[in-house]
């Protein structure tokens, strides 16, 4: 038995006994904390080997396990419907974000809301004994019937749509963004800055029924760091002048500094740096100077997450509820590569609303995003970032500390996908997912047994993750990965990688190992049906 095992029966036998107990006077089972960042980059938390200031986000990695290998959808209204479900987002009704139906039809998969061929999970742990928790982005239906509140969550203050700006409720489209409290939609309170307002909000609902002996879970949502990257003014330039050797060569630091602090090895080489992007010495002065004050203000925007999950831990401890609380910090998909402002169908929204001078970025009046050469480099050591299907868009920042957890400054490359804190959270409340055919079992696994030390892994080799999104497809087995690039889909542009070897998907082995690629083909054609995909051709 070796020591990390030893460590994790030590826990095991001193946390698991109470799991399951829901009808416990003293109910001794753990709360949960879920802390999701909105397109945070793989490569840019300080435990990752990162620049950026983030020492409460850091001590939960110190305290806990840093995934290397956690796998999410490349956008985030998928993964969010993945993450409560347990099930693929065909399956879980987000085919495609923001989407309803195709070509005006309704189309099964295509709801835009969490269907009902799934039961989200936090509607279980309710039924189970669990307050239940939400703040901040929704993004899986406005409609009250599709809200947080019929989704379980006992205490809810969301935004309804996939983003918006952080200080008021104009948003990025005509109409600006919704906001519901539990029942009812309310008004933005202008001036408040979004992470703030939420954590403020989760630390009210947690401290409402802190003595009343029931377990908690919470979900926080944060929309930072996705775009606009604004911040409070007293963060506007504690990272100025760190960025002005520009994003390529960001890019070769943050490779090397997560080989540095261990999370990829040192065996693996950075891929080909994408072309379509202009080389930072091409750029002119005021190029450079705008483009380096991109990346200030999203550390700036990073700092003060971490800042405000500091906050959080800082509730727990103060009120003896951090020790019995499993804490999750997670990325929702890879950093995002777009600019609204510059392309794209709210063009003339935001540049009539927003002034993006170099003197106003990063305040309420701009709108400026991170852009495809930053998150280029926040994506390292993969390829692409968010929207795609190769890894750079679906691998994400994972920190996992506190009950249950036996590792302690642990950094693990096991294979996991958002698909399994479902199960894993249904299991540590003891609740039952419906197995009576009314709704389509779960695809994810608990990883409990993982955590704990009972187990050294969470899936086998033969477990399958398949995914479709707007013209995105990829599938995997093992370390076997079929991918396309670029929309449109059509199954000639897949191209069949072995991620042991290759993680940065840059060989091609479709030619090579041609029985491998067409039995990948294959297994895609039978889990797409399986999973309901529907392809343009299908139509």
Same mark, same amino acid.
């Given at each position: 038995?070796?020591?990390?095992?030893?460590?994790?029966?030590?826990?095991?036998?001193?946390?698991?006994?109470?799991? *399951?107990?829901?009808?416990?006077?003293?109910?001794?089972?753990?709360?949960?904390?879920?802390?999701?960042?909105?397109?945070?980059?793989?490569?840019?938390?300080?435990?990752?080997?990162?620049?950026?200031?983030? =020492?409460?986000?850091?001590?939960?990695?110190?305290?806990?396990?840093?995934?290397?290998?956690?796998?999410?959808?490349?956008?985030?209204?998928?993964?969010?419907?993945?993450?409560?479900?347990?099930?693929?987002?065909?399956?879980?009704? $987000?085919?495609?974000?923001? $989407?309803?139906?195709?070509?005006?039809?309704?189309?099964?998969?295509?709801?835009?809301?969490?269907?009902?061929?799934?039961?989200?999970?936090?509607?279980?742990?309710?039924?189970?004994?669990?307050?239940?928790?939400?703040?901040?982005?929704?993004?899986?239906?406005?409609?009250?019937?599709?809200?947080?509140?019929?989704?379980?969550?006992?205490?809810?203050?969301?935004?309804? &749509? +996939?983003?918006?700006?952080?200080?008021?409720?104009? +948003?990025?489209?005509?109409? *600006?963004?919704?906001?519901?409290?539990?029942?009812?939609?309310?008004?933005?309170?202008?001036?408040?800055?979004?992470?703030?307002?939420?954590?403020?909000?989760?630390?009210?609902?947690?401290?409402?029924?802190?003595?009343? #002996?029931?377990?908690?879970?919470?979900?926080?949502?944060?929309?930072?760091?996705?775009?606009? !990257?604004?911040? =409070?003014?007293?963060?506007?330039?504690?990272?100025?002048?760190?960025?002005?050797?520009?994003?390529?060569?960001?890019?070769?630091?943050?490779?090397?500094?997560?080989?540095?602090? #261990?999370?990829? =090895?040192?065996?693996?080489?950075?891929?080909?740096?994408?072309?379509?992007?202009?080389?930072?010495?091409?750029?002119?002065?005021?190029? &450079?100077?705008?483009?380096?004050? &991109? /990346?200030?203000?999203?550390?700036?925007?990073?700092?003060?997450?971490?800042?405000?999950?500091?906050?959080?831990?800082?509730?727990?401890?103060?009120?003896?509820?951090?020790?019995?609380?499993?804490?999750? @910090? /997670?990325?929702?998909?890879?950093?995002?590569?777009?600019? @609204?402002?510059?392309?794209?169908?709210?063009?003339?929204? !935001?540049?009539?609303?927003?002034?993006?001078?170099?003197?106003?970025?990063?305040?309420?009046?701009?709108?400026?995003?991170?852009?495809?050469?930053?998150?280029?480099?926040?994506?390292?050591? @993969?390829?692409?970032?968010?929207?795609?299907?190769?890894?750079?868009?679906?691998?994400?920042?994972?920190?996992?500390?506190?009950?249950?957890?036996?590792?302690?400054?642990?950094?693990?490359?096991?294979?996991?996908?958002?698909?399994?804190?479902?199960?894993?959270?249904?299991?540590?409340?003891?609740?039952?997912? =419906?197995?009576?055919?009314?709704?389509?079992?779960?695809?994810?696994?608990?990883?409990?047994?993982? !955590?704990?030390?009972?187990?050294?892994?969470?899936?086998?080799?033969?477990?399958?993750?398949?995914?479709?999104?707007?013209?995105?497809?990829?599938?995997?087995?093992?370390?076997?990965?079929?991918?396309?690039?670029?929309?449109?889909?059509?199954?000639?542009?897949?191209?069949?990688?072995?991620?042991?070897?290759?993680?940065?998907?840059?060989?091609?082995?479709?030619?090579?190992?041609?029985?491998? @690629?067409?039995?990948?083909?294959?297994?895609?054609?039978?889990?797409?049906?399986?999973? #309901?995909?529907? !392809?343009?051709?299908?139509?």
């Amino acid at each position: 038995m070796n020591l990390r095992t030893t460590l994790c029966l030590i826990v095991l036998l001193s946390v698991s006994p109470a799991w *399951g107990q829901s009808g416990a006077t003293d109910d001794k089972r753990p709360n949960i904390l879920l802390i999701v960042a909105d397109d945070l980059g793989y490569a840019d938390l300080g435990a990752y080997g990162s620049d950026i200031n983030t =020492p409460n986000i850091d001590e939960l990695a110190a305290r806990g396990m840093l995934l290397t290998q956690f796998h999410t959808a490349p956008s985030c209204g998928p993964t969010r419907a993945m993450l409560l479900s347990g099930n693929n987002n065909h399956v879980a009704g $987000t085919a495609r974000q923001n $989407t309803t139906g195709v070509a005006g039809w309704p189309v099964r998969g295509y709801e835009n809301y969490l269907s009902d061929r799934i039961v989200p999970f936090p509607r279980l742990l309710q039924e189970a004994g669990y307050h239940t928790y939400t703040v901040g982005k929704w993004h899986l239906g406005v409609a009250a019937e599709h809200s947080p509140r019929a989704a379980g969550f006992s205490r809810a203050f969301n935004m309804l &749509k +996939g983003a918006g700006t952080h200080f008021d409720a104009k +948003g990025f489209m005509v109409g *600006g963004s919704k906001y519901r409290l539990d029942d009812d939609l309310v008004e933005y309170p202008v001036g408040r800055y979004s992470t703030d307002l939420y954590t403020d909000r989760l630390i009210e609902f947690i401290d409402s029924n802190k003595h009343d #002996g029931k377990p908690f879970f919470a979900y926080a949502a944060y929309t930072s760091p996705h775009w606009p !990257l604004q911040v =409070p003014d007293e963060y506007l330039d504690i990272y100025a002048g760190q960025y002005d050797d520009g994003y390529d060569a960001l890019r070769l630091k943050r490779f090397n500094s997560l080989q540095e602090a #261990g999370v990829v =090895p040192l065996s693996w080489e950075l891929p080909p740096r994408n072309d379509a992007i202009t080389r930072w010495e091409k750029l002119d002065n005021d190029q &450079k100077r705008r483009e380096s004050r &991109k /990346m200030e203000l999203y550390a700036a925007m990073l700092d003060n997450l971490d800042d405000h999950v500091g906050r959080l831990i800082d509730y727990l401890r103060k009120h003896d509820l951090y020790d019995n609380t499993l804490i999750i @910090f /997670m990325s929702d998909n890879g950093p995002d590569g777009g600019d @609204f402002y510059r392309e794209g169908p709210f063009v003339e929204y !935001l540049q009539a609303n927003f002034d993006n001078a170099y003197e106003k970025m990063g305040t309420a009046e701009s709108f400026v995003s991170y852009d495809a050469p930053w998150a280029e480099a926040g994506s390292a050591p @993969f390829q692409k970032f968010k929207t795609y299907s190769r890894e750079g868009g679906i691998v994400a920042p994972m920190i996992i500390a506190g009950a249950g957890v036996a590792a302690h400054g642990i950094i693990d490359s096991t294979y996991l996908t958002v698909m399994d804190l479902a199960p894993t959270f249904l299991e540590i409340a003891g609740a039952k997912y =419906p197995e009576d055919g009314s709704v389509q079992p779960m695809l994810g696994e608990s990883i409990n047994r993982f !955590l704990t030390g009972e187990s050294e892994s969470i899936h086998d080799d033969n477990y399958v993750s398949t995914q479709y999104h707007a013209g995105h497809a990829f599938m995997r087995q093992g370390n076997w990965k079929i991918a396309n690039l670029e929309p449109p889909f059509d199954e000639s542009g897949f191209e069949l990688f072995n991620l042991s070897d290759d993680p940065g998907e840059t060989s091609n082995l479709a030619d090579a190992e041609p029985e491998k @690629f067409a039995e990948m083909v294959a297994l895609w054609r039978v889990e797409r049906k399986k999973l #309901g995909i529907i !392809l343009p051709q299908d139509l």
